[in-house]
C-alpha cells in the first residue's frame, strides 16, 4: 500500500470520506498550484464542507419528496392561502447565500430544519402579527 493510498484510508477511517476518496486529486491540485501546507489544509477542510453540504441538501431533498424542478418564481400563490410571497421571500432572505448556491426547495428545506431560520421565521410572523 503506497504512502498515498494510507493516507486516504485513514481519513476515511476518521470519517473524512470525501478527502479519502479525492485525496488523489487534491494532491495533484496543490502540487500543480504550489499551495503551502496551510492552503492546502483549508483547501482539504473547505473540500470536505462542501461535499458534507451537497450530501446535506441531497439527503433533506429525498426525506422532502420535493421535486427538483420546482423553483418559488413558479410557485403559484393563489391557492395557497395560509403564507405569502412576502413571507417567504423574507424567510428566505436572511439564509445565506441562498440565491447564489441552492434552490429554492433546498432553501426551503433548510430552512425548515435550521433552528435559526426557524427562530427568525417566528420574529418576522410575530412581527408581522403586531401590525
Given at each position: 500500500m503506497s504512502q498515498l493510498e494510507h493516507t486516504s484510508a485513514q481519513y476515511r477511517s476518521l470519517r473524512l470520506s470525501a478527502i479519502g476518496r479525492d485525496l488523489v486529486g487534491l494532491v495533484s491540485q496543490a502540487e500543480a498550484n504550489d499551495l503551502s501546507h496551510l492552503s492546502f489544509a483549508q483547501m482539504l477542510a473547505e473540500h470536505e464542507i462542501a461535499e458534507r453540504t451537497r450530501s446535506r441538501i441531497s439527503r433533506h431533498h429525498r426525506q422532502a419528496g420535493l421535486p427538483l424542478d420546482k423553483h418559488l418564481?413558479?410557485?403559484d400563490y393563489r391557492h395557497q392561502t395560509t403564507i405569502t410571497?412576502?413571507?417567504v421571500n423574507a424567510v428566505t432572505e436572511g439564509m445565506v447565500v441562498t440565491a447564489r448556491s441552492w434552490n429554492d426547495a433546498d432553501a426551503l428545506v433548510t430552512a425548515v430544519h435550521?433552528?435559526?431560520?426557524q427562530a427568525s421565521a417566528m420574529a418576522y410572523l410575530q412581527k408581522v402579527s403586531r401590525r
Open positions: 418564481e413558479d410557485f410571497k412576502r413571507q435550521d433552528p435559526e431560520s
